[in-house]
Nanobody, 126 residues
Framework: QVHLVESGGGSVQAGGSLRLSCAVS????????MAWFRQIPGKEREGVAV????????LYGDSVKGRFTISRVNAKNTLYLEMNSLKPEDTAMYYC???????????????????WGQGTQVTVSS
């Protein structure tokens, strides 16, 4: 079982920055692909970014490319999402997710991820 706990959400004005953290259970931190998703009420969950187990590779959703950076420090069992140039449309609940492998190739498809945190709210005001 993998346990994920997000933190760092809050309210910020457009153009500002936030850094989200996700504490990962120790036995999973270095073996799993780790990702961030977000969801607005009434809409499907959207993949934001995923990083490989070693943290060398990353894949981003089109809406956040160039503004968000995913990273991980396995020695600290922590996943991060650095969010810059925030826009009101970034307002959402942000979730940390993990998977050991993908059916074909790595992706930001929700169904590929087996473990989820409870989420942390990010609100961006104009």
């Amino acid at each position: 079982q993998v346990h994920l706990v997000e933190s760092g959400g809050g309210s910020v004005q457009a153009g500002g920055s936030l850094r989200l953290s996700c504490a990962v259970s120790r036995d999973a931190s270095a073996r799993y692909y780790m990702a961030w998703f977000r969801q607005i009420p009434g809409k499907e969950r959207e993949g934001v970014a995923v990083t490989s187990p070693g943290g060398i590779r990353a894949l981003y959703g089109d809406s956040v490319k160039g503004r968000f950076t995913i990273s991980r420090v396995n020695a600290k069992n922590t996943l991060y999402l650095e969010m810059n140039s925030l826009k009101p449309e970034d307002t959402a609940m942000y979730y940390c997710a993990a998977t050991l492998s993908f059916r074909r190739t790595w992706s930001l498809e929700e169904y590929e991820y087996n473990y989820w945190g409870q989420g942390t709210q990010v609100t961006v005001s104009s």
